[in-house]
């Protein structure tokens, strides 16, 4: 609206011009404008899981970079979910945004978009994460529990890197292979939630390193009434009686060493294929690096209940399983709900397989370990956020199941959706009506369950 000065009041103050702005300002202005275009496709579309607030709040951008934090987090998430891309590929869809604010484009060598990765702070990522749990609780309910527990599985993977010297030095290749014939291997052990799909926490470290070491740091993510399913290499007295303290259950599979000495008549019988014995405390800790400390704090006996069950071996015949459980009741736990619940413990393969195989992530391009832990926590923070949107798809008028819809399947429609969010950022009514139809694509990508199938 035009304005009359106090002094010629014949005369616009058009004609003046405008006050010159400081150059803080103007550099916030392009700042504004460079995230608003990069949160476009992606940005939008996670919009009502990582609000676009929560990112700039947690951005520690002191001055003007090229690549600020939020821009270079969606352009590597672009990565991921596009297979693991490279970084020129990322650094052209910078450009587009950069395009689309009516900026100057940034040049197209990667090194300035790489180092960039590199300063992605710790705390804007801890920030991501807290989010995203946030987001998760809200949205658990009680048929996401198995009898009031919430389950958690366990297992350790592994994944390769670049081969240099300093990949090699933390993370060595395996000892069968001929130096300068492999790769470096970076072993993981990961807890996951079943209720949400999502990765909880992880931890890394050598390949050749037993899957139960260090096992302790994971056990203090695990709250009261979580149930832990795990395969034999993590039954181990200690981990038994850490749960037990901490008011958590678990159901794992005898460790051979114990199966091999089992006297299945010792004990105090509860059904034909369940009994309770007591186990003594070791000499000494195991594998799990508990502190002296925590191992001396520990009881001296502890009451365990092993199950029986028969199911089909690797080769498909039939052969007797036995199970170790803190969960001693047996009316409250049936023997038979305990051996199905075992059964879901393949399910963290499955996760996985979709983690590394289908988002390209077998072979980190990485040549430091800190890019490959930083890599690693990306594309978990990626990895959650496309369970919990499925979660979202899964909480409309269907009556369905997050782990029921297809992970490949909604990473197709995430791809192909993505360019239908440009421009939506500032358009609210638009942006929703967008979000509604991928959630409707995503409840569509159902998996055909078949219940005893033989997984390879």
């Known amino acids: 609206m035009k304005t009359k000065p106090n002094f010629l009041p014949g005369l616009s103050t058009n004609l003046y011009g405008r006050k010159r702005r400081s150059q803080l300002e103007a550099l916030r202005a392009v700042r504004d404008k460079v995230l608003t275009a990069s949160l476009s496709d992606y940005g939008a579309l996670f919009g009502a899981i990582l609000p676009v607030e929560s990112l700039e709040s947690a951005a520690r951008d002191g001055r003007r970079r090229l690549f600020p934090e939020v821009v270079v987090f969606w352009a590597w998430v672009s990565q991921i979910l596009d297979g693991n891309t490279s970084c020129a590929r990322a650094v052209t869809l910078v450009q587009r945004w950069y395009a689309a604010a009516v900026l100057a484009l940034p040049s197209f060598c990667t090194s300035a978009f790489c180092r960039a990765r590199q300063r992605l702070s710790d705390n804007f990522l801890a920030a991501v994460e807290s989010r995203l749990a946030m987001f998760g609780e809200a949205r658990i309910e009680e048929h996401h529990r198995w009898r009031g527990y919430r389950v958690k599985l366990v297992d350790g993977t592994s994944v390769q890197l670049t081969d240099t010297a300093f990949n090699q030095a933390e993370y060595p290749q395996p000892s069968a292979q001929k130096p300068g014939c492999g790769f470096p291997v970076m072993g993981v052990v990961a807890l996951l939630d079943v209720a949400l799909g999502t990765v909880d926490d992880y931890l890394t470290g050598p390949s050749h390193g037993h899957d139960l070491e260090g096992l302790h740091r994971l056990v203090e993510r695990i709250q009261a009434k979580d149930l832990l399913v795990a395969d034999r290499a993590f039954c181990s007295w200690e981990m038994l009686a850490l749960l037990s303290g901490k008011e958590a259950g678990c159901v794992m599979r005898l460790h051979q060493k114990r199966e091999a000495k089992l006297d299945w008549r010792r004990g105090r019988k509860l059904d034909e294929n369940s009994r309770i014995v007591e186990w003594a405390k070791p000499a000494k800790p195991g594998k799990s690096g508990i502190t ?19 199911a089909p071996g690797r080769d498909r015949k039939p052969r007797t399983i036995y199970l170790a459980t803190t969960l001693l009741n047996n009316e409250a736990y049936p023997t038979e709900e305990i051996a199905g619940l075992y059964a879901q413990r393949w399910s963290i393969e499955v996760r996985f397989r979709d983690l590394k195989t289908t988002m390209g992530l077998e072979r980190l391009r990485v040549r430091t370990p800190e890019m490959a832990r930083k890599t690693l926590r990306m594309a978990t923070i990626t990895y959650n956020l496309v369970k919990l949107l499925q979660l979202e798809a899964s909480q409309g008028e269907a009556a369905i199941l997050a782990d029921e819809i297809g992970f490949k399947g909604t990473l197709d429609v995430l791809v192909e959706f993505r360019s239908g969010f440009i421009g939506l950022a500032n ?30």
Not at 429 to 455: D, H, K, M, N
């Open 427 to 456: 358009r609210p009514r638009l942006l929703e009506r967008e979000r509604e139809e991928v959630l409707a694509r995503i409840q569509e990508r159902l998996l055909f369950i078949r219940p005893g199938r033989s997984e390879p």
């Open 292 to 310: 002296r400390e925590a191992w001396e704090r520990l009881p001296a006996t502890m009451e365990v209940r092993l199950v029986r069950l028969e």
